[in-house]
């Protein structure tokens, strides 16, 4: 059974930080390019970053988050993970995890608000 699991989330002051975690089963994590996603109230969701599945191609940041997120993968835990620093009120949103071209049913996410 497919399944992702989000976590890590919750409020934090403009500036702070937050790790999301994202733990995965049900496929095979090793193979495939994952991506953190993110969708605010009244918008679309976005891919925010994206992890490759070979250590030599660089991941990819959306232009608003580069040099403030940085994107990881554990293939031995099937796990991914999201260290967000610098955060901004317009980084609100509910975060979630997929495969990033063959995207499969999502799961929860993790709900992310930045604050004052």
Not at 54 to 74: A, C, H, L, W
Not at 86 to 92: A, M, R, V
Not at 96 to 101: A, I, L, M, Q, V
Request: hydrophobic letters at 35%.
């Amino acid at each position: 059974q497919v399944q992702f699991v989000e976590s890590g989330g919750g409020l934090v002051q403009p500036g702070g930080s937050l790790r999301l975690a994202c733990e995965t089963s049900g496929f095979t994590f090793n193979h495939y390019v994952m991506a953190w996603y993110r969708q605010a109230p009244g918008k679309q969701r976005e891919v925010v970053a994206t992890i490759f599945s070979t250590v030599n191609e660089q991941p990819e940041y959306m232009s608003s988050v580069k040099g403030r997120f940085i994107i990881s993968r554990d293939d031995a835990k099937n796990s991914m993970y999201l260290q967000m620093n610098s955060l901004k009120p317009e980084d609100t949103a509910v975060y979630y995890c997929n495969r990033r071209f063959t995207p499969l049913p999502w799961g929860q996410g993790t709900q992310v608000t930045v604050s004052s």
